[in-house]
C-alpha cells in the first residue's frame, strides 16, 4: 500500500465523512456539456481551475446540505456564492415564493408586493427612502453609476481598483469583449487610502458623479481586507464636499454583515446602495435602495427589464428578511463564522502551517503562507472537498444560518485532514 | 342622463363585460408606492401615461385572462409584454418548475438542466451550435456584442436607429444617466435600407465587430415594419464578407414566429440570437445561441451573473419549448391573431375610421389615420380596458396561445364599442 493510502485509511477512520466519492454522473455531463456550451462551462460556476473532485453540476440542497448529480453529500461553505443566506430550501422563503408564483408571477404590472417590499427595505435600512427593483447585481450597480450621473450632471465615476463589480462591459474584470471606451468615464484609487481617492478626485476636475465602494475588500484570490472607518467617513465627507454619490455596493455582503447596511457596522450611509445575492435566499432579485438626495435623479433614468416587476422573488425576499430578523441570522452566521475561524486556526497551528484568515467570520477566506499560485489552497480545498465540504480556494466563502455547531464540528474534522496533507504536501511554515 | 352615458348604456348593454370597474385598492397602492418608489413607478410597466382605468398593479393570471388588485378581469393582449406565450400559470410550466425549485435552484454550479436545455436549444434553433443563459434580454444582447468584439479583435457594432436592445447604458432609450463614450462605437442604420447599412459600414472602416438588427422593425411609438427578405439576405452576405457577427435581437420575437428563430421566415440564420422573455412562459430567463465559428469568442468572454446558472426557470423554459411544439402554439397565436386583425379591420371600416394594422399577427400593433400624439389610440385602448380587455396604446400587443375564439370574439365585441367612441370624439376619417 503507497503511503499516501495508507495515510488516508488511518486519516479517514476518524472521520464520518468518507471519501468514497464518485463523479461518473458529473463526467458525462461534462461531455455532453462540452458540445453545447462554449468551454463546457463558462462564469464563476465553472469548476474547470477547481481541484479535482469538485463537481460541476449540482442536485439539491437542504439547510447546510448539499447534494451533486452522483449523490455525493457536502456541507456548504460557498451558499451559492452568497445567495443562500438562511439555508437551503428554507420553508418560509419557498412557501411565500410558491404562494405568490400560484397567484401570478411575471405579469403587464407590478403585484402589490412590490410595494410592500419597497416599504420594508425602507423600514429596515436607515438610509434607504426608495427602493427600486431588477435581477442581477449588475443591474443594481450599474443603474447606481447612472442615477448619479443623471442626479449630478457629470460623468466620472471613481472606483476601488480591482474591486468585482459586475460582468458588464464597464466592469467585467477580463478586457475579452470589452473596449476602452466601456471605461472612459472611470477613474481608480486604492481601498482604504484615501490620498488615492483624493488624487482621482482631482484628475476627474469638477465632473465626478460618484464614488463606488465595497463595504470591505474582497477581491477574488486576495486576502479580504476590513474597511478602514476612517476611510469610511472620508468618502462620506468627500461626496458630501463635492455633491458626489456615495455608492455601496452591497450585493456580495448585504445582509450577511447587517440587516440594515453593511457599513450600519462603521456608521456611515451611503447615498446609494445595491443589493442582490441574500435579498431572497436565492431567488432572482436585485435591488437599489436610495437616499431622498437622489429620488429625483432616480426618476429620470429608465431602468427597466422583462422580469423586473416579477412577484414571486418579492415575495421570497419578504419572507427572506423577515426570518433574517426573527431567526437572528446574523447572529448564528457569526457564531458559526467564529467556531469555524477559531477551529481553523487551531488546527493549522498545531500542523505548523501559517495561515491567514480574513474578512467578516460571515465571509471568510483562508489563504495559506507562500502560496501566490494557490498551490496549498488547491491541496487543501480539494482534500475537504473529497471529504464533503464545500470550500473554495479563491473565492471567499460564505456561511449560512442553518450551519450549527455540529456542522462546524464535523467540518473541522475534515479540514484537520485537509491540513494534515497541505503539511505532507509542502511541509511546514 | 347626458348624451355619453345613454350611449354607455345602450352599447354596453349587448356586452358580457359590464364597465363597472372600481380601482379604489389600485389607487390606495399607487399613493403608498409614491412615497418609497421614485415616481411611484418606473419602467415599461409604469402606466402613468395609459388611460384611465389601466390598473398599475395586477394579482392574478389564468390561461388568456388577468385580474387587477381590485378584482376585475380582463383579457390579455399584452402578456407581460412577451413572457407569457402558452397562457398565466400554463400548468406543464408551473409544474416543472415547481418540482426543480423543490429539489434546488440557485445552488454552487449549474444542475444538468442547463445542459438538457442547451442541447433543446441547439435541437431547435438551426443556426445554433451552443448555447449560454442570463437572466435580462439586455444581458443577452450586450453579451452578444462582446462576444461580436471578442471574436473579431474589432470595437464597431451596427445598430438600427430607433431599434430598442435593452435598458443598459449603450443602448437605453433615454439619454439620462447615459453618457457619449457609452455610444462611441456604436454607429446607425436604417432598418430595411441596405444603402444605410453600406453607409455605416464604411464609416467604421475595417473595425466591424457586428451588426445588430431585430427580425421586424417594433419600436415603440410607431407602426411596426416586417422585414425585407432582401434586406435580411444583404445583412447575412456583407457578415459573410467582412466577417462581422449577424446578431439577431429576438427577445422580444423568439418563440412567436417561429420556433427555430424569427428569420427562419425569411431563410436566413445569423450567427448569434439573443432570446429572453418567451423563453421560459414567465420565469426569469435568457438566453444566447450561436454558432460554431463564434463559439471560442463566446468561451472568451467572462460571462457571469449569481442567478443565471439557477436551475427553476431552466426546467420551466424546457416544458415550455415542449409545450409550444406539442400544442402548436405559434399555429394557435397565428389563428386568433388573424381572427383578432380581420375583425377589428371591419369593424374600423364599419365605423368609418382608418387604421393601420401592422407587425406580425401574433405581435399585431394598431394605430389610428392622423393620431401621431396618440389622441385616438388612447380613447380606443381607454374604452377597452373599461371593459376588460388589455391592449396598449403606444406599444405592439402580445397574443398567447391561451386566446381561444370566444376570446377573440368576447374582446371583439368590447372593440366595436370602443371604436364607436373614437369615432364620436374624432368624427370619421
Redesign the interface.
Known sequence: MPETAQQDRKEDSTLKTIATHTHT?DRA?RA??S?????G?????N?GAMPEGF???????RGSR?W??DGNEYI?F???????VLG??HPKV?AA??AQ????????????R??EL??L??ATIPHA????F??????AT??C???A??ATGR?KVLAAKGAYH?????C???P????P??R??LLYYSYNNLQSVEAALEAAGDDTAGIIVSPFRHDAGFDQELVDPAFARGLRAICDRTGAALILDD?RAGFRLDIGGSWETVGVRPDLSAY??AIAN???LAAVV?ADKF????????????????AA?MAASMATITAIKEERAIESMTNAGTLFRDGLAAQAESHGLRIRQTGPVQMPFLTFEDDADFRKALVFTGEAIRRGV?LHPRHNWFLSAALTEDDIAEALEVTDVAFARVRTAFGAD
Open positions: 454522473k455531463l455532453r456539456a458540445a453545447v456550451i462554449p468551454g462551462m463558462y462564469g464563476h460556476q469548476v463537481p460541476q453540476f449540482l442536485e439539491r440542497g448539499i451533486d448529480v456548504d460557498m451558499c451559492s456564492y452568497g445567495p443562500i437551503h430550501a419557498d415564493a410558491a408564483q400560484a397567484e401570478a408571477d411575471c405579469q403587464n404590472s407590478p403585484s402589490s412590490i410595494v419597497a416599504e427595505l425602507v427612502d426608495w427602493a427600486t431588477a435581477k442581477n447585481g449588475t443591474d450599474t443603474w453609476l447612472m442615477v450621473r443623471a460623468r459586475g460582468a458588464a462591459p464597464w467585467n474584470p477580463r475579452n469583449g470589452t473596449t471606451e466601456d472612459a468615464n450585493v442582490s445575492k436565492g431567488y432572482a436610495g429620488r429625483e435623479g432616480a426618476r429620470q433614468v429608465f431602468n427597466t427589464g422583462s422580469f423586473w416587476f416579477a422573488s464545500y
